[in-house]
């Protein structure tokens, strides 16, 4: 879902990861090899010249899988030679010049960020304005189509890797027993490897959040909407060269801050930061904490925007989500207490796991039920080694377990209001490596 509240449903693409091509965007578009990366970080080898085929979209406005406030996403299908596959079209909104140069910033995003692993795949953009009279149009890499783009010479929407398992969000809310130490795992790892990825590319993502985190039917995690997205100095010059005329620096909406405040870093908040890669960490670990341990949004229950702002601006979402927490087993231990939290976690006061029912889900789109699209079961596969907790040990996972120290520090950290004490991507990967080692049965 972008930051305007925008869904994108998505079905799954399984192929190797494109290679990047030339200025480090993605390859000549084929649709055999052009493919959403997974986890390797490697390209494989360039297909034959032979291979390619030049590709065309058909699209269907009529058929919205999702709206926001900036943009509408339809549903599309990619054509290129004997091959035809759904697919995603983000169209931003007519007549609003914010809608248009955000799509363009994210446009500019997705070719910099090239085949960077577990982010959505972009194919490219199509002029809707120049489609055919049955929906046809050609598909064109940013470096082709940027001139036409910025120019605002037809109407261009991205094409863009459809992931049919919905968003991370909308998964926790269905199925909050099976948010578990097994998939946090693998969930955090696939983001920490997207981090990494992103931070090599130059550029950070500056508005993650479990709303931006679309799964495929697989279960892999795809990074989505990168229209708050942010460039170092390399990254802007890089981008430059790619289409001659685009500086995003030079929009409106690349000033102003584009992000969600309660996932927010401290220094997100102020447009002269420097540290792009530390901001997204920041929010890795407060979605990675949303979705597996609070099961709520943060600060869900503070009701001003000043004063949330003001909590964000200080970095206090760990202090705020400790005492929180306390507050609420207190307040379930005390009969004569009128008022009451949302629990963080499936668990009482005396440690009885005590799952609640399922929060209400909206009814599935009429479309997504005859793609056989919504929440799949999640098989749990490995367990934690039992264990007693500690003395003011209250935090676990959603599904009951115990959330073990080694994770709950690797998040605190992950939060720090110090962007400088926080680990990078590839420390992340490291700890969650050693820390998995320990905390699984054999």
């Known amino acids: 879902m972008a ?8 079905a799954p693409i399984k192929s190797k990861p494109a290679a990047l091509g030339a200025g480090g965007g993605l390859p000549q578009l084929d649709i055999s090899r052009c493919l959403p990366p997974t986890a390797p970080l490697t390209p494989p080898e360039q297909p034959e010249p032979a291979a390619r085929a030049e590709a065309t979209v ?6 919205v899988i999702g709206a926001g406030q900036y943009s509408t996403v339809c549903l599309g299908t990619l054509v290129a030679g004997a091959g035809r596959r759904a697919c995603a079209i983000k169209i931003p909104h007519a007549g609003s010049l914010d809608a248009r140069e955000l799509g363009l910033i994210e446009a500019a995003a997705l070719w910099q960020a090239g085949s960077a692993a577990q982010t959505v795949g972009c194919y490219g953009l199509v002029d809707l304005a120049a489609l055919s009279a049955r929906g046809v149009g050609a ?5 082709a189509a940027a001139a036409q ?3 605002g010479d037809g109407e261009w929407a991205l094409v863009l890797e459809l992931c049919e398992g919905g968003a991370c969000w909308a998964r926790m809310q269905a199925q909050r027993p099976g948010m578990d130490a097994d998939l ?16 090599a590319a130059g550029m950070a993502h500056m508005d993650i959040k479990p709303h931006n985190l679309l799964l495929t039917a697989d279960g892999h995690v795809r990074l989505a909407d990168f229209t708050a997205a942010r460039f170092s100095a390399q990254a802007l010059e890089a981008m430059r060269l790619a289409s001659p005329g685009f500086d995003p620096r030079a929009y409106p909406p690349y000033a102003d801050f584009s992000g969600t405040v309660p996932y927010s870093a401290p220094e997100a908040l102020t447009p002269a930061s420097s540290s792009l890669h530390k901001a997204d960490v920041f929010a890795l670990g407060v979605t990675l904490y ?5 099961g709520r949004e943060p600060f869900a229950t503070v009701k001003s925007a000043v004063e949330q702002m003001l909590l964000v601006s200080k970095g206090a979402f760990w202090e705020w989500e400790e005492r929180h927490s306390i507050a609420t087993l207190q307040s379930a231990a005390d009969p004569h207490c009128t008022h009451t939290l949302p629990p963080p976690t499936p668990v009482d006061s005396h440690g009885t ?9 909206e009814p599935p789109h009429p479309l997504s039920r005859s793609l056989s699209l919504g929440p799949k079961p999640l098989a749990r596969r490995r367990t934690l080694k039992s264990r007693k907790a500690a003395p003011r040990e209250f935090r676990r996972f959603l599904s009951g377990d115990l959330l073990p120290a080694s994770v709950e520090a690797l998040l605190r950290d992950m939060v720090n209001p110090d962007p400088d004490l926080r680990p990078d991507a590839a420390e992340i990967l490291r700890v969650l490596d050693s820390i998995e080692a320990q905390v699984f049965e054999p």
């Open 58 to 63: 058909v699209v269907d406005r009529s058929r």
């Open 139 to 143: 598909v064109r890499v940013w470096p």
């Open 3 to 10: 930051h305007d509240g925008t869904h994108i449903i998505a």
């Open 353 to 361: 796991l005590t799952l609640p029912p399922p929060s209400p889900v």
């Open 184 to 199: 946090f795992f693998v969930w955090a790892r696939q983001l920490a490897t997207a981090l990494a990825a992103l931070e």
């Open 290 to 294: 949303v979705l597996f341990v609070s």
């Open 149 to 151: 783009a910025i120019a």
